[in-house]
Structure formats: C-alpha cells, structure tokens
C-alpha cells in the first residue's frame, strides 16, 4: 500500500509512544474496520463535485447569466 510508505517515517519521526508499532499491521487494521464501498463512494463524490463545478463555470460564462448579475 501506498500509505505505508507515508506513515512509517512519520512514526518513525514522532515521539516514542508510536515507534514501536507495527506500521503495515496498523494500515491493514484500519482499511479492514472500513467498509468496501467506502473508496468507491468518496471516488464517486469527487467525480460528481468536479463536473458540477465545472458546470457551474461554465453556466456562469454563458453571456445569458449576466442578466442575474446587474
């Protein structure tokens, strides 16, 4: 996992309470306690805000919205 790779040198670089554990057991625990669908669903809710956002740019570019702005 891609995670270990961030989260053993910040243990490693804090104080002596978190040194000891075992980093990928601790990653694996953690995506077990987590549902499935969980990475799908967050996947499906950043894919929803960036083509609304993008729609809401555009829609405010469209020469018709500045009757709403004047």
């Known amino acids: 996992m891609f995670s270990v790779r961030y989260v053993a040198p910040a243990f490693e670089k ?8 075992d980093v990928e057991a601790f990653i694996e625990a953690a995506r077990r306690a ?3 669908l969980l990475r799908p669903l967050v996947i499906t809710r950043f894919a929803l805000v960036t083509v609304g956002s993008a ?3 555009v829609l ?11």
Do not use: H
């Not at 804090?14 to 554990?21: K, L, T």
């Not at 405010?60 to 004047?70: C, Q, Y």
């Open 14 to 21: 804090s104080g002596d309470a978190v040194r000891g554990i």
């Open 34 to 36: 987590f549902p499935r």
């Open 55 to 57: 729609l809401v740019i």
């Open 60 to 70: 405010l570019a469209v020469p018709s919205a500045n009757a709403w702005f004047r």
